[in-house]
């Protein structure tokens, strides 16, 4: 092989770790279409559907029978299935078609027209109809809180961390299934401390889930997963008619359901029966409006990598949660688990969903690092989160996300992990001691916990779920222990679950037990100036990201001393051969008195001075009052120079030696880039000047390129040099300044 | 939706499933043992106004599991995990679902949920 040390350092990039294979039909691994997809058709009699995609009544199967009975609306179908694909494929990016009639039209369609309409749509079309579909106008978001050692305290804090920075749902679940009352019972206690309100879920398995719901830990779940093939949804070990028992069951406990699908899982678990990812997707989310959910999660969650190793894998991604949305179902869009190595590829697939807004943009935000997500997800993880506030600000989009202040985060992770301590003591649970509350609020991860006594803890845990521990409890363990904002918090949440409002399509509580839903806040997308718009209060807290402060403050500090020069004289043009100016801009030493990189005027000078006196000739410092230029301070100076040379100086430091006779645009040296420059380089611009004074040969002063220079500095930069404008006079002659001792 | 959400608009109406007045819940009605548990459930007429909402909202299927969740409120948690655990894939017979689906409906009056019942089964 012909050597090449490009493609060995690519090779080492993290794109390469990724798995990638061409597609396999037969066998599912394509996205769509599939060779045994059924080609659309409906057949109503009587106001029942007695034939669909191809299949009379008698050769359904179960998915088939659920979807025919309960999924297709019969007074609708005929119209809609009349209607051409494309014709239904415009309607999505039409703004003239509001999204009322699209949803009625949509109720009427077969799984398999409905994924054939949605793949005549390119990649920003699909956004364009998700904009429009979503339920609810307003997006907000999912987080993940778990951690490997278990530990209450941290889930707590991190818990108070996770609404604090705005999300409005929680998700953890448990390593040991029988820690799984104490997880909930820590992320609820964390979820209502501070900012507060959000609603909290455990996952677990069913039963489990279902008695944690009623005992109050939690307020809603999401793990009703459902498949598009039977045999699938039979290994995972439930039936459409099941799956929508239990959904009324939470619903009549007061709790919020929402079910999960998502492409690949067929092909994975062996049976997709040469159907397509998308098309069984599709007979998924029938089903699931079928049995009566207000909404999913889809977009692959934990199968992703599957479909990101096939062509179309992340356009197929989005056509899913497109098809939830067209089904009028709530939609939290995946981004949970890890789907690539590559920052750039996580980064680009995230916009599909962040774009174009959805109900919630991630599953499970990882709330904590990665290495303590126990869903197997941080594909965004809590040191990703800065990088995520800047994108809101960007785009001007929404993400669900606010910017808050490390203070702020601080107090409620100390707070939370307090509340825990507080109650495990007043409930008799196992100690969480001082040290380990201070270590929850500090930590970055579990692995700077100590080890907590796991059988004691799960004991504890299971004593209180089965003596009938409930939220009761823990409201009026936070009351006798000082927390009583806390419980009052909790209190407000659980008392939702009497009226039923958060079991209406996308709903999310806010602070002060807001609810807000598909109901209350529909979307109304139609075109510019509709649906959801960035405004007011809420754009000015996404554009107040901690780390941007008041320009105005840029480079103060500098004003407030007194300045370096004094002006002797009106500055005349020199005879003496060994006469150097050193020009220097209308701020410097005054209004500004250091540099870019922070070097003070004072030493900037000292270091010219040595490297012109070095040399034998006699240096002048002359302001410049008429021009912020480097070029025309250069210019000026040297019209004035006896030799003929001057230094130009901008307060920022950036330099020029030029010789009078040049343009001003034209020199013997640049050095446009001053944050590359030390005093020693100031030194040798003194020196080089004054050898182009004596005639002498020169080597010019070595300078340093660096790409990033101009990135970093460029905010410093406009900032400095505005204020070095603000300070010319335009009618301002050169003045010959003297150094103040 | 002039009646949502219900916990702002009908707050004064809304009852607990003992009867309690909603806007009667407070922290110290918790602290001094007034409100138990069993008041922090929603009742089957709260679930029956959500399903109308949904309703009206072009969700028939929602309201659907709304009344059916209606029908349930009342219904034991050790009856329901049964009735979850007969509706899993190879779990019983159909004559035993049938059995399950009658019960809903002349023990709990749940005629709905022993529709779904009905229909899982296959008749």
Request: charged share 25%; glycine share 8%; proline share 6%.
């Amino acid at each position: 092989m012909e050597p090449s040390k490009r493609f060995d350092t690519r090779a080492a990039r993290p794109i390469q770790r990724d798995s990638f294979i061409e597609e396999w039909p037969e066998t599912g691994l394509r996205i769509f279409p599939g060779p045994a997809d059924p080609r659309p058709s409906i057949t109503i009699r009587g106001g029942r559907v007695v034939e669909l995609d191809g299949k009379s009544e008698a050769e359904f199967d179960m998915l088939d029978r659920f979807i025919a009975l309960r999924a297709i609306d019969p007074g609708v179908a005929e119209e809609a299935m009349s209607l051409a694909p494309l014709t239904l494929a415009r309607m999505l990016v039409d703004i003239n078609v509001p999204r009322p009639e699209i949803i009625r039209l949509f109720r009427g369609l077969t799984p398999a027209r409905i994924v054939e309409i949605v793949a005549l749509l390119n990649t920003v079309e699909m956004m364009m109809a998700l904009q429009k579909m979503h339920a609810r106008r307003t997006p907000y978001n999912q987080a993940h809180v778990t951690n490997r050692k278990e530990n209450p305290a941290l889930l707590a804090a991190d818990a108070a961390e996770a609404v604090e920075r705005g999300f409005a749902e929680l998700e953890t679940t448990v390593g040991v299934a029988r820690y799984a009352p104490f997880n909930a019972m820590a992320i609820l206690i964390g979820s209502q401390t501070g900012r507060g309100s959000a609603l909290t879920q455990c996952a677990v398995e069913e039963a489990l889930s279902l008695k944690l719901a009623l005992a109050g830990l939690t307020t809603y779940a999401e793990t009703l997963s459902v498949y598009g093939t039977e045999q699938a949804f039979r290994d995972g070990d439930d039936t459409p008619w099941s799956k929508s028992f239990l959904a009324a069951a939470y619903a009549s406990r007061g709790i919020k359901v929402r079910f999960t699908s998502g492409t690949g899982s067929e092909a994975l678990m062996g049976h997709s029966e040469g159907k397509s990812m998308l098309y069984l997707e599709a007979r998924c989310l029938m089903a699931i409006r079928g049995g009566g959910s207000q909404g999913v999660q889809n977009g692959s969650i934990s199968c992703i990598a599957l479909p990101e190793s096939l062509p179309d894998g992340v356009r197929g991604v989005l056509a899913e949660n497109l098809i939830a949305s067209l089904l009028d179902l709530e939609l939290a869009s995946g981004n949970d688990a890890m789907a690539s190595h590559s920052e750039i590829r996580k980064s680009a697939k995230l916009m599909l969903q962040f774009l174009p807004g959805t109900d919630f943009i991630f599953s499970g935000y990882s709330s904590m690092p990665r290495e303590d997500n126990l869903f197997g997800g941080g594909n965004f993880d809590t040191l990703d989160i800065d990088d995520y506030n800047v994108l809101q600000r960007d785009m001007r989009v929404d993400g669900g996300v606010r910017p808050v202040a490390r203070e702020q985060v601080m107090a409620v992770r100390r707070r939370a992990a307090e509340a825990v301590q507080a109650v495990f003591r007043h409930l008799g649970f196992p100690e969480i001691g001082d040290a380990e509350v201070d270590a929850a609020v500090a930590a970055l991860s579990s692995a700077d916990m100590p080890q907590r006594d796991v059988v004691a803890d799960l004991a504890a845990a299971e004593r209180f779920l089965s003596s009938g521990g409930n939220s009761i409890d823990i409201i009026r363990a936070l009351a006798a222990t000082g927390y009583r904002e806390i419980a009052e918090k909790i209190l407000e949440v659980q008392k939702l679950r009497v009226s039923g409002d958060f079991l209406q399509t996308s709903a999310v509580v806010l602070p002060g037990a807001q609810v807000v839903s598909a109901i209350n806040d529909p979307n109304d997308y139609a075109g510019p100036g509709t649906g959801y718009r960035l405004d007011g209060e809420r754009w000015r807290e996404i554009c107040a990201i901690p780390q941007a402060p008041d320009p105005r403050t840029i480079g103060a500090g500098g004003g407030a001393a007194s300045p370096i020069l004094t002006p002797l004289l009106e500055a005349a043009v020199s005879s003496d051969a060994a006469d150097l100016v050193i020009a220097v801009g209308p701020a410097f030493g005054a209004a500004l008195q250091s540099t870019i990189l922070g070097l003070g005027h004072r030493e900037v000078l000292d270091a010219l001075l040595s490297g012109i006196e070095a040399e034998g000739l006699r240096p002048r410092i002359v302001k410049i009052r008429a021009s912020s230029d480097c070029g025309q301070i250069g210019y000026s100076g040297a019209q004035l120079s006896g030799s003929g040379i001057s230094i130009g100086l901008q307060s920022k430091g950036t330099t020029v030696i030029t010789r009078r006779g040049l343009p001003p645009l034209n020199n013997l040296e640049l050095f446009p880039q001053a944050p590359n420059l030390t005093l020693d380089s100031y030194r040798a611009i003194g020196r080089n000047a004054a050898r182009y004074a004596k005639s002498e040969p020169v080597l010019p002063v070595p300078t340093q390129i660096d790409n990033m220079a101009r990135l970093r500095y460029i905010v410093p930069t406009t900032i400095l040099h505005l204020k070095e404008t603000a300070e010319v006079v335009p009618s301002g002659k050169p003045l010959e300044m003297q150094v103040v001792k | 939706m002039t009646q949502y959400p219900l916990s702002e608009k009908l707050a004064g109406e809304l009852r607990t499933p003992s009867g309690r007045r909603f806007d009667s819940i407070t922290l110290d009605a918790v602290l001094s043992g007034g409100v138990t548990r069993d008041d922090l459930r929603v009742t089957p007429e709260a679930l029956r106004l959500q399903a109308e909402i949904a309703r009206n909202a072009g969700r028939p299927q929602l309201a659907g599991n709304l009344l059916r969740a209606a029908e349930l409120a009342t219904v034991p948690e050790e009856f329901i995990l049964t009735v979850y655990e007969a509706l899993r894939p190879g779990r019983t017979t159909r004559e035993r679902l049938l059995d399950v689906a009658a019960e809903l409906e002349s023990r709990y009056n749940a005629p709905l949920c022993a529709a779904l019942v009905r229909e899982a089964s296959g008749s």
